[in-house]
């Protein structure tokens, strides 16, 4: 089997310019599926070696749902990592971002999905302004119903029942518009309400362990996210860090029992979780404006008013 001319025509148009040897690896090695919107390859058994091209870009946008990836990319000579290596991501490349994938020993499991420039850009204009929007090897967490969705375009091209052709179009539209809420990180009401949750229960866990000393990896841990994912969903539910609130919470703590106990400024910093009672002091002056005992005096003083 050889590729017919209109096969081609989407292969130069969505992906690249192949010689004839590459041609031959991509039937060879990997399963793939044609249409002019949006097509997709799966390796079989070895990666494709237009990948392996140093410095090489595509004409339509690319998007690598990696499953597992034995390799790297490079951009400018750099080599750029997932957040969490080794773990399933999809990697996001606009048109004409020069890239290279390098490829080490053992068997990748991916789906490398290409989109017609035009048609991504039109879906994705429904939710941002694209003047500026450019992907360049930006990753972002797995998608089950995306790789669900993946998975029966792939089946529906391999049987090419009746109805295929409709049912393809279709498929092509939703992973398309689930593309773009991916990489513009629009999230659906029931993600929205479990990142709260998330948030809720990390902050639960600084209030009833305040006076001890814990770490924003030993936060992320309580609530199963890695560190730059949970610091990530804390700065944008929040708007601090989790460090910022961790002493927002402490010094508020701090102001009450300066105000109503009797304990020592030292006794009060232990309290608070702090291990010195001067990085308290410093601490509770830049956000009050005055020093621990001050406050507490001012305090006094309007009480005894």
Do not use: W
């Amino acid at each position: 089997m050889t590729f017919s001319p209109h096969q081609v025509s989407i292969l130069n148009n969505l992906v690249g310019r192949f010689s004839q040897s590459q041609l031959s690896n991509l039937q060879e090695n990997l399963e793939f599926c044609l249409h002019p919107d949006l097509s997709v390859f799966v390796p079989v058994y070895k990666f494709c070696e237009f990948a392996a091209l140093p410095n090489h870009s595509h004409p339509g946008y690319s998007f690598i749902y990696n499953i597992k990836m034995k390799g790297h990319l490079l951009m400018d000579g750099k080599k750029i990592n997932p957040p969490e290596e080794r773990a399933p991501n999809i990697c996001a490349f606009s048109p004409d971002v020069s890239h290279q994938e390098i490829m080490e020993n053992g068997f990748s499991n991916y789906y490398a999905i290409f989109i017609r420039k035009e048609y991504f850009e039109k879906e994705l204009s429904h939710y941002i302004d694209i003047t500026n929007f450019k992907l360049e090897g930006n990753f972002f967490p797995k998608n089950s119903n995306l790789l669900s969705l993946l998975k029966l375009l792939v089946l529906e091209h391999q049987e090419n029942q009746v109805g295929s052709k409709e049912i393809i179009g279709s498929l092509n539209h939703l992973i398309t518009n689930i593309i773009a809420r991916i990489v513009t990180e629009i999230e659906n009401p029931h993600k929205k309400v479990v990142s709260q949750n998330k948030i809720d229960s990390a902050i639960n866990f600084m209030c009833q362990n305040i006076d001890s000393k814990i770490t924003v990896q030993r936060i992320a841990e309580e609530v199963n996210l890695s560190v730059s994912h949970f610091t990530k969903l804390f700065k944008e539910i929040t708007s601090q860090t989790p460090v910022e609130y961790l002493n927002h919470l402490r010094l508020e703590k701090a102001k009450r029992l300066l105000k109503f106990s009797q304990k020592n400024l030292t006794e009060v910093a232990f309290d608070c979780g702090y291990t010195s009672s001067s990085y308290f002091s410093y601490l509770f002056i830049d956000r009050e404006g005055l020093s621990p005992s001050q406050y507490r005096m001012k305090f006094t003083q309007k009480e005894n008013n």
